[in-house]
């Protein structure tokens, strides 16, 4: 079946596919079915090594997709934390906005049942001490201007890298 070049990308990366591997799928040149036939005559032990190349392939290809998430933490001043529902500690954090990537992308959706894509943010806040995640957002800017209408937010800091 032909992809279509404005369709989503059959990586997975949530870019279109003429923004992803098209490109690299033209260069690879018309699949044939000489291609299937051989298929049906490599083994299970084959076809898992050709699954494992072609997953090395799309991580060098796509390197930003498997880096670590990078989390922020919203914050409110003193003067805004008492009667805050969502104040998680006495340092007045109040959200946690991230982005999702192929590190934490299952964790996410099993924990939320959201389709959640590579790429989308979500912010985690916790009011009355129970966790609650919104999303998917499409972007960082969106992830931090609903989690400032949500908490009240007033500022964000990237997380520490230990």
Same mark, same amino acid.
């Given at each position: ?65 498997? /880096? =670590? ?5 919203? @914050? &409110? #001043?003193? +003067? ?33 049942? /959201? =389709? ?5 943010? @979500? &912010? #985690?806040? +916790? ?36």
């Amino acid at each position: 079946m032909k992809i279509g070049r404005n369709e989503p990308c059959p990586c997975g990366s949530d870019k279109k596919y003429k923004q992803c591997c098209l490109v690299k799928d033209q260069a690879a040149g018309p699949k044939k079915n000489t291609q299937k036939k051989k298929l049906k005559n490599l083994s299970a032990e084959e076809l898992i090594e050709m699954l494992r190349a072609e997953q090395r392939a799309h991580r060098e290809n796509h390197p930003e997709e498997y /880096r =670590d998430p990078q989390p922020e933490y919203g @914050y &409110v #001043s003193a +003067e805004k934390m008492e009667g805050n529902q969502f104040v998680i500690d006495e340092h007045g954090l109040v959200c946690k906005i991230c982005d999702i990537t192929h590190v934490n992308a299952d964790a996410v959706r099993s924990q939320t049942n /959201r =389709d959640f894509r590579i790429g989308h943010w @979500y &912010v #985690s806040t +916790e009011p009355n001490g129970e966790t609650v995640v919104d999303g998917p957002l499409a972007n960082k800017e969106t992830a931090i201007h609903f989690a400032m209408d949500l908490t009240g937010a007033e500022y964000f800091v990237e997380a520490v890298k230990e």
